[in-house]
């Protein structure tokens, strides 16, 4: 059965590190735009926020970079994100040809639907994963950013993996705490949580200091508060802090988080791999295109 066949994301996890060792990391070439609109869909368009914080950017994804297109001005290119190159990026980057927009595509995809219809086009390595996971692929980017080193990232994982409990399966609940300075990647976490779990378990994430703000009037005492790069000493009746070596980026944290869902992912019936193929069938009639439980 096609789920036999399907790893855990901590293993994919270790697998894109593998990769980035052996062949080193892809580089983001030169981005001429003085205010670009960086977009893309789910992930593609977290990505965008996280490599181009720095720039005086507009961010969008697919429901709505029509309207922001529309009501500012001073947008002279655009840099659109998307590791298959299909599904949402094609109509986005016709949209965006129409109105004569200089586009700059970041993919690892070669001769995609996209790239026919853009300017320039920057690729990125990866490797064969589950459809969803994204590991090697917008991690590559990330790392091209931040010029992190994948074999200390590695090494950090493996110093950390002691700490993570072997009781995960009683926990109903994780609540990720990310330092806030990291606020750009929560929203990839509560992704991954989405896509793995759905509904059957609820997964948080919050910076410190939203989790200031009432997000834990309630505790059934069931929920796991896991703090990665910062030491928790406030919230949550169960926790377990994962602390990370100095002067941590943006690669470290979304490696570390990924592999510690992966763990969860271990510790609960198997949702995803029960589920994904039916998923992409349905997928493949909504996108309009052959999509595949494995992506190549």
Same mark, same amino acid.
């Given at each position: 059965?096609?789920?036999?066949?399907?790893?855990?994301?901590?293993?994919?996890?270790?697998?894109?590190?593998?990769?980035? =060792?052996?062949?080193?990391?892809?580089?983001?070439?030169?981005?001429?735009?003085?205010?670009? =609109?960086?977009?893309?869909?789910?992930? &593609? $368009?977290?990505?965008?926020? /996280? /490599?181009?914080?720095?720039?005086?950017?507009?961010?969008?994804?697919?429901?709505?970079?029509?309207? *922001?297109?529309? &009501?500012?001005?001073?947008?002279?290119? $655009?840099?659109?994100?998307?590791?298959?190159?299909?599904?949402?990026?094609?109509?986005?980057?016709?949209?965006?040809? *129409?109105?004569?927009?200089?586009?700059?595509?970041?993919?690892?995809?070669?001769?995609?639907? &996209?790239?026919?219809?853009?300017?320039?086009?920057? @690729? @990125?390595?990866?490797?064969?994963?589950?459809?969803?996971?994204?590991?090697?692929?917008?991690?590559?980017?990330?790392?091209?950013?931040?010029?992190?080193?994948?074999?200390? /990232?590695?090494?950090?994982?493996?110093?950390?993996?002691?700490?993570?409990?072997?009781?995960?399966?009683?926990y109903k609940s994780f609540y990720i705490i990310i330092p806030n300075?990291?606020?750009?990647?929560?929203?990839?976490?509560?992704?991954?949580?989405?896509?793995?779990?759905?509904?059957?378990?609820?997964?948080?994430?919050?910076?410190?200091?939203?989790?200031?703000? &009432?997000?834990?009037?309630?505790?059934?005492?069931?929920?796991?508060?896991?703090?990665?790069?910062?030491?928790?000493?406030?919230?949550?009746?169960?926790?377990?802090? =994962?602390?990370?070596?100095?002067? @941590?980026?943006?690669?470290?944290?979304?490696?570390?988080?990924?592999?510690?869902?992966?763990? /969860?992912?271990?510790?609960?019936?198997?949702?995803? *791999?029960?589920?994904?193929?039916?998923?992409?069938?349905?997928?493949?009639?909504?996108?309009?295109? *052959?999509?595949?439980?494995?992506?190549?």
């Amino acid at each position: 059965m096609i789920n036999d066949k399907i790893i855990d994301l901590d293993i994919c996890l270790i697998n894109a590190l593998d990769l980035f =060792i052996q062949k080193g990391i892809s580089q983001i070439g030169s981005i001429d735009f003085k205010r670009p =609109i960086v977009l893309g869909s789910g992930n &593609a $368009a977290i990505t965008g926020k /996280i /490599i181009f914080e720095d720039f005086d950017a507009v961010f969008a994804d697919e429901s709505n970079f029509i309207k *922001k297109l529309g &009501a500012i001005k001073n947008i002279d290119g $655009a840099i659109l994100i998307s590791a298959s190159g299909g599904k949402h990026a094609p109509i986005i980057a016709e949209e965006l040809k *129409k109105r004569n927009i200089s586009t700059t595509l970041l993919t690892n995809t070669k001769k995609s639907s &996209a790239e026919r219809l853009v300017n320039k086009t920057y @690729f @990125f390595d990866k490797n064969v994963e589950p459809y969803t996971y994204n590991t090697s692929t917008y991690l590559g980017m990330i790392l091209g950013k931040t010029k992190e080193n994948p074999k200390i /990232i590695l090494d950090t994982i493996n110093n950390i993996a002691k700490l993570i409990p072997n009781d995960l399966s009683k926990y109903k609940s994780f609540y990720i705490i990310i330092p806030n300075e990291f606020e750009n990647i929560r929203e990839m976490f509560v992704t991954k949580f989405d896509e793995l779990f759905g509904p059957m378990l609820v997964g948080r994430v919050y910076t410190p200091e939203q989790t200031k703000h &009432a997000k834990t009037v309630t505790d059934s005492g069931e929920e796991l508060f896991i703090s990665i790069g910062y030491d928790n000493l406030l919230f949550g009746k169960n926790r377990l802090n =994962i602390p990370l070596p100095v002067n @941590f980026n943006y690669g470290m944290l979304m490696s570390v988080g990924y592999y510690i869902i992966g763990k /969860i992912q271990k510790a609960k019936p198997p949702y995803f *791999k029960e589920n994904i193929e039916a998923y992409v069938e349905k997928a493949s009639v909504i996108f309009n295109e *052959k999509l595949n439980v494995f992506v190549k």
